[in-house]
């Protein structure tokens, strides 16, 4: 296991402080410290210095560093750039919605799902996060801009799925008592649809959201925009979805990036329809993002309405997201990417 104590459960921190002789009370205060994301351990006011000093010998905090902090004059989201101990780079993005301040969150360093639309995954995986570097995003994000958060979604760069074991225990962290507390009802998890790890999940009975990247009706339009669907191809990945629902009593979310002349036809919407029968489905209606090192387009904004009227007129409930952050290349990778090429 990594040595990183922000990795750690409450009871296991207890161990470690244990084995260098400290008694039970210091975890809690321990773990309360770095859960609210101290940068040293000089800020533990209430731990006696030869502790302070040995915690900081053994294992050494290393906060991500900021490297680009953009924030939109439109909207004022903020999106950082960090950069981890090992100097790779990772993006954040807090956005202000009415609701709650809502953190979103890399999983990975890159990505090798090769989804056709996605910046994130152009330079494929250079590897996955630890648990503390994906609940350092959330701290470090509310300790530089002030604003407490309350929600966060898994939708940055990588497949959280793919990280399964770190992600789960991330989210044990950021969900424990003693630590940030953020109900798994305002937690969100995106995945472009791994068949035995959606499965996996439903197991766990989270109360979390489930949003299945699903942004095609077949697949023939799958296939060709979205390489897992060829491991996992729709029948199957709808078939989890229903087991999913099952299993947890929670309505599943899909995201559908509309691409001009690709999957957004009022056709399209209707198989879907037909296909989605019976499931508890919300879809969340995304106009494509356009990445500079791909041919594909965004939908217009009336094809977006006439495909979102159709699902609704169908039963299901639609919504098109609205476009946060617009200025500042708030989405998926760019911003990485953009300093990546920079860098080189
Ligand atoms: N790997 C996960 C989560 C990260 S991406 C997943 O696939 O769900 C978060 C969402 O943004 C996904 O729905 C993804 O398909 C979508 N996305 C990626 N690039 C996009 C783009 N250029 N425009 C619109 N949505 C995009």
Redesign the pocket.
Known sequence: MSKNLKSMTLPELGAVLKEMGQPAFRAKQVYTWLHKGVRSYEEMTNLPKALRDSLAEQFPICPPQVVRRQESQKDGTIKYLWQLSDGNCVETVLMRYHYGNTV?IS?EVG?R?G?A????TLGGLIRKLEPFEMLDQVLFTQVDSGLPVSHIV?????????NYENVLRFLELVNSEDGMNISMRHIS?????LVPKIDALAQEKLQLTL???L?APNDQIRDAI?P?NRAYPTEELIGACRRYYEATGRRISF???MIDGINDSVENARELLRRMKGLPAHF?L??????EE?P?K?SSKETVARFQKCLTDGGIPATVRRTLGGDIDA????LRRKYNKEKN
Request: glycine share 8%; aromatic share 4%; with cysteine.
């Open positions: 979103c999983t990505c799902m989804c639309f996605c910046a994130s898994l939708m940055g760069i990588g497949e959280p799925l793919d998890l995106s995945t472009c649809g949003s299945v990247s942004h979205m897992v995201e559908y990036a969340n995304i106009p494509l993002n356009h990445v791909s594909l965004p989405s998926c990778g760019q």
